[in-house]
T-cell receptor, first 113, second 110 residues
Framework: ETGVTQSPTHLIKTRGQQVTLRCSSQSGHNTVSWYQQALGQGPQFIFQYYREEENGRGNFPPRFSGLQFPNYSSELNVNALELDDSALYLC????????????FGPGTRLTVL | QKEVEQDPGPLSVPEGAIVSLNCTYSNSAFQYFMWYRQYSRKGPELLMYTYSSGNKEDGRFTAQVDKSSKYISLFIRDSQPSDSATYLCAIDSGYSTLTFGKGTMLLVSP
């Protein structure tokens, strides 16, 4: 176990809806990253938060947004859901901003109908 | 050309075989190389981490990096059915984000 938890485990939404996914980082980890993993693909970087500020973003549209809280838990919000948003969403935490090891949570599987 | 290329498999081997998994990458600026293992419906777990050319060994696992060829490998000795999973290579450019390959599905039969 990595100490990173995510909720919910599974989620089903319809196109156009909004969704919020949650992540609780490992204790002492102040950097969290979110990844999207489509079926049969490797994870793709969405964005990263360090001390409550976004400090890196992948090639994802603005309808993907996030928050990091003082206790280092975080949220991923997706607005105007599209069918292609169906994927496993992973968060990963690590103790700093360098190249420390990233520890992944089990993921939230989102299905958009 | 994708930044990280990895054959998706599946790769099927009998128990006890030596497994070789490979990735190529395009950006010579990449500095840190990782292998993750992902079981079905689970998050990736880190297996090996290296930042230099050469070999790094950990039990039955050996990670190999050839920066001149932009080629990374993971070898698994004495493979076990419990090794059946998807293996993801990942590269950290030094800007704290990981670029993953598609993953290779490995099936080890008893």
């Amino acid at each position: 176990e990595t100490g990173v938890t995510q909720s919910p485990t599974h989620l089903i939404k319809t196109r156009g809806q909004q969704v919020t996914l949650r992540c609780s980082s490992q204790s002492g980890h102040n950097t969290v990253s979110w990844y999207q993993q489509a079926l049969g693909q490797g994870p793709q970087f969405i964005f990263q938060y360090y001390r409550e500020e976004e400090n890196g973003r992948g090639n994802f549209p603005p309808r993907f947004s996030g928050l990091q809280f003082p206790n280092y838990s975080s949220e991923l919000n997706v607005n105007a859901l599209e069918l292609d948003d169906s994927a496993l969403y992973l968060c990963a935490s690590r103790p700093g901003q360098g190249t420390d090891t990233q520890y992944f949570g089990p993921g939230t599987r989102l299905t958009v109908l | 050309q994708k930044e990280v290329e990895q054959d998706p498999g599946p790769l099927s081997v009998p128990e006890g075989a030596i497994v070789s998994l490979n990735c190529t990458y395009s950006n010579s600026a990449f500095q840190y190389f990782m292998w993750y293992r992902q079981y079905s419906r689970k998050g990736p777990e880190l297996l090996m981490y290296t930042y230099s050319s050469g070999n790094k060994e950990d039990g039955r696992f050996t990670a190999q990096v050839d920066k001149s060829s932009k080629y990374i490998s993971l070898f698994i000795r004495d493979s076990q059915p419990s090794d059946s999973a998807t293996y993801l290579c990942a590269i950290d450019s030094g800007y704290s984000t990981l670029t993953f390959g598609k993953g290779t599905m490995l099936l080890v039969s008893p």
